[in-house]
Every structure is written in structure tokens, then in C-alpha cells.
């Protein structure tokens, strides 16, 4: 069964999400590959996302692309505006999901099958608040354990 995180009230989920892909990418055990992650949002987010992780640390490298790049295959991590896209089809990423979208996926069990790991984004901001909120309750209703990192206690 996947593990479902929630990280909620972040007050700015671009740069949390850097902030949790060098965790992701450091807590790889030594000696192994690092974890391969996708990013699921809407089209503007990730295009900001895009150019936020070229310049986010000037020691950190976070080699991405978009899902529909020809080196998508090679390149652990993959950026894109649509859960259900043929593309994932032409891409081997399996480890993390990272949701910082609004919707909920249509076939969620597609999703859980394919990744042991899937990190849901929410914000401070209301709408994406009652969004989370939404998703939360319906993967608990198909019986999903869930874990939530209340990020304004930080």
C-alpha cells in the first residue's frame, strides 16, 4: 500500500517543494541511485517551479524537464500538468509523487499502484485549503492510511 503524506499550510509551495526534493534527493541511502520524482501541478506552477529549480541553491543540482521532453526517461525528475498522460507510459519514474494541484486524480488506483509514495502539497490559501481538505477525506474513504506534517508549527 502507498504512503499518503500531507503537507499542509505551507506558505509557499514552490519553494517548499525544493526544499523537499534536496531532502528526498539526500536521504538517499549512500550508493544508491537517487529517487526519481514526478510533480504533478497546474501549468503555471510548474513553470515557475521549472525556473525556481535552476536557481534555487548554488550548490544543489535538480536535473528536470517537463514529461513531454525526449530525455524524460533519463532525467529523475519530471515535471507535469496531467496524472493520466500517455506519456507516463515512456517514463520508468515509480518512487514519489508530488501533487501541488488542486484536483484530484481520476483513477487514483492507477496512481497508488505506481508510486509506494505520494506527497500532497496544500497551502495557507483557502482554495487550495478546502481542495486538500477534499482529497483528504477521499483517500481516507478508500481506505488509505494518511499522515499529515502540519507545516505551520514550523
Known amino acids: 500500500m502507498a504512503r499518503i503524506d500531507f503537507h499542509s499550510n505551507v506558505s509557499d509551495k514552490l519553494e517548499y517543494v525544493c526544499r523537499l526534493t534536496r531532502k528526498i534527493w539526500s536521504t538517499s541511502p549512500e550508493g544508491e541511485p537517487v529517487r526519481n520524482i514526478v510533480m504533478v501541478g497546474e501549468k503555471a506552477d510548474l513553470q515557475k517551479l ?19 521532453d525526449e530525455a524524460a526517461a533519463e532525467t529523475p525528475i519530471i515535471l507535469t500538468d496531467d496524472f493520466a498522460s500517455s506519456a507516463f507510459d515512456h ?20 496512481l497508488l499502484a505506481r508510486f509506494p509514495r505520494i506527497v500532497e502539497v496544500v497551502t495557507i490559501n483557502e482554495a487550495e485549503r478546502l481542495a486538500g481538505r477534499d482529497r483528504y477525506k477521499a483517500y481516507r474513504e478508500l481506505g488509505h492510511e494518511l499522515h499529515n506534517f502540519d507545516q505551520s508549527k514550523r
Open 50 to 68: 521549472n525556473e525556481l529549480l535552476w536557481s534555487f541553491s548554488a550548490t544543489d543540482f535538480f536535473p528536470h524537464c517537463f514529461i513531454e
Open 91 to 110: 517514463i520508468p519514474h515509480a518512487d514519489i509523487l508530488i501533487h501541488i494541484g488542486m484536483r484530484m486524480p481520476a483513477d487514483v488506483s492507477a
